[in-house]
């Protein structure tokens, strides 16, 4: 498929995550596991919970702030705001609204993608076709999540693995230019829901509403068949590395970085495996942030930002997956 691209580049970047840091030890106090088993089983060694108080807006609102203030802009420059969730706030309004209005962004048209994990990507799919179809001209993505609010933390096999925090880039209109046009050059989406019972949540929506029958079997949290995801997600991320490299243009040798979905190390490791890619070229941070959801690419992204390991004209590949079953990449020339 080929196209116009760019039309859209990331001018800024900005990133949010609690303060309270909960290691493997925290669990062993309260779960029958042990840190030796969830740093072999998954990498994770410590992730971020936040508080009764902070809220995804809360944290969304931090993040934007960031991104904002990088790319110069002030909230009544956005004309859009997608945000990738799937914790909201509340079922109704969206989160995205509920940022637009402590943000101040009263320009923008504000609504929430559900798309789990990979919600982030998929903000940034939708907010780049936006732009490409003449309807935005810089748009605020974002993927915001607190993880917690749904985590059954009697469950050791699910407990152990999420973290909360946010994540935001303003995304702003570009002209395609010279030989290495700067900004996305490829977005890759997918999903299949006939997987969608492998990792769920039953009850609190419209088919299950809260009820104190929902409460008691807990089926308000999150379930999931552990060993059926991890199949599914290898091979997901493979099949969206290759479509992003092709769609691009390029080879997976030309790509810098790969910035994956921060959900298990195991699972990281077989996708740079399968992209060809060395680990030393692969952004790894699970084992700080466990899986963060829609908010662990941006957040990923970031550090490696600050750590110098991606520049301009760097090539970037994105790759996420996650419930429903989705899964989505990008591969950005940075700059
Ligand atoms: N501590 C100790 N033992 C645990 C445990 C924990 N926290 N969680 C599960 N176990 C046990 C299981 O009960 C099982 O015991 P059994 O053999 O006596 O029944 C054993 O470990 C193996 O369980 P299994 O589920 O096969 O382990 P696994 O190697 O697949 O690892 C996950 C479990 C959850 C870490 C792994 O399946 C995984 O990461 N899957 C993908 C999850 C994911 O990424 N989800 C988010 C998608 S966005």
Redesign the pocket.
């Known amino acids: 498929m080929t196209m116009r691209r760019p039309f859209a580049r990331l001018t800024g970047l900005g990133v949010a995550v609690p303060e309270q840091v909960v290691t493997n030890a925290w669990?062993e106090e309260r779960?029958?596991?042990?840190d030796a088993?969830?740093v072999e089983?998954?990498g994770i060694r410590e992730r971020r919970h936040a508080g009764p108080d902070q809220s995804v807006t809360d944290l969304a609102r931090i993040a934007s702030m960031g991104a904002l203030a990088q790319a110069g802009r002030s909230p009544l420059d956005l004309d859009s705001i997608v945000l990738g969730t799937a914790t909201p706030d509340r079922l109704l309004p969206s989160t995205a609204c509920d940022l637009q209005a402590v943000l101040g962004a009263n320009h923008a048209a504000a609504f929430d993608v559900s798309a789990?994990?990979p919600g982030f990507l998929y903000a940034m799919t939708v907010a780049e076709g936006l732009i490409a179809s003449g309807q935005s001209e810089r748009s605020l993505i974002l993927g915001a999540e607190k993880l917690t609010c749904i985590t059954d933390f009697e469950d050791?096999?699910?407990?152990?693995?999420f973290g909360d925090g946010a994540g935001a880039a303003v995304l702003e209109r570009t002209e395609p230019s010279g030989d290495r046009p700067r900004g996305i050059l490829s977005t890759f989406i997918g999903s299949d829901g006939r997987l969608a019972d492998l990792?769920y949540r039953p009850g609190g929506g419209a088919a299950h509403p809260i009820s104190h029958a929902v409460v008691d079997d807990r089926s308000h949290f999150l379930k999931?068949q552990?060993?059926e995801?991890?199949k599914a997600?290898v091979r997901s991320m493979a099949d969206a590395c290759d479509e992003a490299i092709q769609r691009a243009g390029i080879t997976a040798d030309q790509i810098d970085l790969l910035v994956p979905?921060q959900?298990?190390i195991?699972?990281i490791e077989a996708t740079a495996k399968h992209a060809g890619m060395p680990m030393d070229r692969v952004m790894v941070n699970v084992d700080r942030y466990g899986?963060t959801?829609s908010a662990s690419i941006p957040i990923a992204l970031d550090e490696a930002l600050q750590q110098g390991r991606i520049g301009p004209d760097s090539l970037v590949l994105l790759v996420?997956?996650?419930?429903g079953f989705t899964w989505a990449s990008a591969v950005i020339r940075w700059g």
């Open positions: 669990f779960l029958d596991t042990n088993w969830i089983r998954t789990a994990c050791r096999s699910t407990a152990i693995l990792l999931m552990g060993r995801v991890f997600a979905h959900a298990n195991r699972i899986n959801s996420a997956f996650g419930a």
